[in-house]
Each structure stands twice: as structure tokens, then as C-alpha cells.
DNA sequence: CGGATGCTTGAAGCTGCTCAAGTGAAGTGG
DNA sequence: CCACTTCACTTGAGCAGCTTCAAGCATCCG
């Protein structure tokens, strides 16, 4: 189950090398160990990745660049970390990694086969695909803790509406299962917050709103409210 | 390398089979199915936990409970959904997780030597572990962007404080890694705020700060701040 | 030494929270 | 089946913390 950010991660554009760290790789015989100066990029997002790494020395930080260029920091990583979890479910980098200060990372080898998507394979497989999903959606919660009230609650309805399309079911035509009380603290927000938030985007026309029954009536409409960054200046919603 | 939340997490004290889910268990030929009915629970956190789930039918909650009280949602699983990941590394529950309406789970089976977080064992029990470590820091960040501010810095300055020592460092005197503008993304803020938060955690005789040096100057001041649940009418800091 | 970058401080505005009351829905017992 | 209780949801008013915009200061590096 895909998760589907509501603003586009953009990769890099830049060379990939340009800041040629691999002119100074070396390797030792425990694997692949390798130097990474400072600013210089272990991984970029989109980039083929083969294995994790674990951090020996020095401090990284990963981090998300979206389209409109904000950037979002996931964390940093010191020595003991495992980085680059992602390659043993896919074959590209799902965020970039940079060196702050002089680095050295070990090379892990995989021996589980990939743990592909698909619903054929061993549990094991399933399982480490569902721990890289859990990764994902935390990572797609915390950029949206930082976004203004309708916006996370228009991206919910949207990943929810997908949810709903990708098992088969109506996608514009749903009950929400949970408790205003507990949507609200999944999202962050006090529950008088959420309500609100359903109150104005019902009468934006939006969505129509009865208790639990939700209806997405403008599928755009809700795209552009939940792609906006924060803070631009715009009236959150009509009626807002 | 644990996590350490600035709140403790507290498990539920009530009998763990109080809604005696167990009476209405039963087994299929594709392994240990079982139909969870509504406001009961599939895991307690603390409770052994033996093997991930498959969501097959219905809606789950995961939640954490703090010890003062507060809920923080983390989830909502649905069908195709994999919950209790935590089994491939650890032997009990890291969150509760109740059922929101009538579900059917499948239990998984794991066929990967435990992840122990020790340093021995395989690089792929390694990247596992690794994995829920990033699981455990992302679930915490969550918890964590809800804070005020200065809760928020003291949070992270604990927590680095926490990882210098068990890397064998120096844990009250210490250089943060990464720029402002870097720490301030990681945590959600604006700049400005973060700045002003080490000027207040600095006139409060908590840390002294020397632009990137960190002294940690009052271990219990800082716990105490970093534990405090927002909005209980205390102020923030002293020159708040 | 000088430019650039990073950090700090100030002032104003606004979003979201708290407190509080009112409305609606749901479940229970007579 | 209906009155009553309880819980969930909505709406309102006031407040406070964070962000933005703006300027000044420190630090680094050529």
C-alpha cells in the first residue's frame, strides 16, 4: 500500500557527482567502507540505492526537498545508525543523505530476498515491506504536523479516498471509521479544531460532511487546498 | 540505539483480557485467523507479542498512552495493512491497538532469527532492527512536534546528551553537528524560535550555550521541562 | 580586511488552543 | 415505545505561542 504524499518530492536535478565523493572512496576488507566529506551526498533521493549502510563515524542528516523547496529534515544520523533501510524493499533512495562533518559509513549486505510489494512472497517479506510502509507514513505524518488545519485534513480524505480506490471501493463515498476524538489526535489538533475544519470545507463545497459519511465532491479542489505549502498568503478556505 | 521518549509510555493496568477477546478466537487452515469485535483490543503495550498481523477486515487504532494521561494516536490500519512489526525485533508490544468496528486479522509468520540490537548477528538482522529504530525516533518526533517549544529543544538536547554517553562521550558538554537553520527543520520550528529557545534555556541556567558548544548545565531542570505536558498553566521557562 | 553566511533579537499578526455552552445522536431503563 | 441519561459533535469567545518580516550582530573564509 503505496503511500502518496500530498506535495510531490522532487529528486535532485543537480549531478549527482558533482561534488565527486567517489573520487575519494576507498574500501577495506570488512565491506565497503567509505569516506564522505562534509555537504557531500551519500544518497539522493531517486538515486539507485543497493544495501543500508551503518554510520561509523561522523554525523549525517537525511532529509526530504519538496516541490514548492521546502525542505524537510527526517533526522541525523550518527555512528550506530543503520541508514538507507529503504534498499531492502526498493531500488531508489527515497530521501538524500548528506555528510555534515567528515563520515564514514560500512556497506550491509542483504541476504533476505527483496521484499517486493507484491502479495505473493514469504511473511517475511510482507512484513519488512510493512515496516518500510510504516516508515512512510510516519515520515508523510510528521511533514504534515507542520501544515495548517484544512490542509491536513484535506490530505487525510484525499489518502483515505486512494485507500479506498486501490481495495475497490468507492473512492468518493466513504465512512470514516474512527471518532472525531481520535481523527483529531491522529492529526494533532484539538477536537473543536477538526470540527471546524470539516464545518469549512463542507461549506467551501469541498466535501459534503454527514457525522461519519463523507463525500468527496471536488476532487481538485481538495488536491490544491492539500498541495498548498503553508503560508502563502491565501485564505485557507472560503468561509474560512 | 533505544529511543528514549522525554514521557514515559505506560501500559494499561486494567486486566489485559478484561474484554475476553480470546473467548471468541478461532483458527483457519491459512494459519491463526481471528475476528477482534469493536473497543476491543489486539495488543496491549507491554503485552508479549509473538508475530506480526495482516489486517484482513476492519479498522485498528494504534495508540500510545503517557503517563500523564494523553493519547497519541499513530495509526489507523486497514485491510492489507501490517501491525506489530515490532515482533521481528522485540517480545512485546511497543503500542495498544484496538479494534474500531468488527476486524479479522491473519497472523504472520517470521522466519528471520530474532533482530536483537545486539552487535553481533547478521547484516540483515541489523537493517531489521535498524528499521524499528527508525519507526520508534519517527513515532517519537510525532509525539514530539505537539510540544511547545522549549519542551521540544529540551527533548532533543536530552536525547543527544543521552547518545553521547552511550557512545562513551562526554553527556554535559558536548558540539552539535548541524546549523540552526538544520536543527530548527528537524524540529519543526521556525528559526527564529529556535534560537530564542536557547536564549531561554540559556538565561534559565539550564544549558549554556556557545553558538554549536552545548554544556549541560541542570540535568533534572531540563527532564523536568522536557517532561511537562503542554498547557498546564506553568510557564515555559523562566524569562518565558 | 571585507563579503557572505549564520545567528540573534524585535515587533506585529494570525492560527490553533482552551474554556464554555449548546445541539444532536445513541443507548438504557421504565 | 418513549423519557432520560450519556456521549459525541458543533459553535462561540478570548488568549497565547509561533511565524513572518525586518534589522542588527557574530562568525567564518577567501
Redesign the pocket.
Known amino acids: 500500500m503505496p503511500v502518496h504524499p500530498t506535495r510531490s518530492i522532487i529528486a535532485h536535478s543537480e549531478p549527482h557527482f558533482s561534488d565527486n565523493w567517489h573520487d575519494r572512496c576507498h574500501s577495506t576488507d570488512t565491506g565497503a567502507a567509505r569516506i564522505i566529506h562534509r555537504s557531500q551526498h551519500l544518497l539522493r533521493a531517486g538515486d539507485p540505492i543497493e544495501h543500508p549502510w551503518l554510520v561509523v563515524a561522523g554525523t549525517f542528516k537525511s532529509y526530504l526537498l519538496y516541490a514548492d523547496g521546502e525542505e524537510q529534515v527526517l533526522d541525523f544520523h550518527r555512528p550506530g545508525d543503520i541508514i538507507g533501510v529503504e534498499a531492502m524493499v526498493q531500488e531508489s533512495g527515497h530521501c538524500s543523505i548528506v555528510a555534515l562533518d567528515t563520515c564514514n559509513v560500512r556497506a550491509l549486505s542483504v541476504d533476505v530476498p527483496d521484499a517486493h510489494p507484491t502479495q505473493t512472497g514469504s511473511d517475511t517479506q510482507k512484513i519488512i515491506y510493512g515496516m518500510y510502509q510504516t516508515i512512510l507514513r510516519l515520515t508523510e505524518r510528521l511533514h504534515m504536523s507542520?501544515?495548517?488545519?484544512?490542509?491536513?485534513l484535506a490530505s487525510y480524505l484525499l489518502e483515505f479516498s486512494e485507500a479506498q480506490r486501490r481495495r475497490g471501493l468507492k473512492p468518493d463515498a466513504f465512512r470514516l471509521p474512527?471518532?472525531?476524538?481520535?481523527?483529531?489526535l491522529y492529526l494533532?489538533?484539538?477536537?473543536?479544531?477538526?470540527?471546524?475544519?470539516?464545518?469549512r470545507l463542507?461549506k467551501s463545497g469541498l466535501v459534503a460532511?454527514?457525522?461519519?459519511e463523507i463525500g468527496i465532491i471536488d476532487v481538485e479542489g481538495l488536491r490544491a487546498l492539500a498541495g498548498q505549502p503553508?503560508?502563502q498568503?491565501i485564505?485557507?478556505c472560503a468561509n474560512?
Open positions: 507542520v501544515e495548517p488545519t484544512d490542509q491536513r474512527m471518532r472525531r476524538r481520535d481523527l483529531a494533532s489538533l484539538a477536537t473543536e479544531t477538526l470540527s471546524r475544519s470539516f464545518t463542507s460532511v454527514d457525522n461519519h503553508k503560508n498568503n485564505p485557507r474560512g
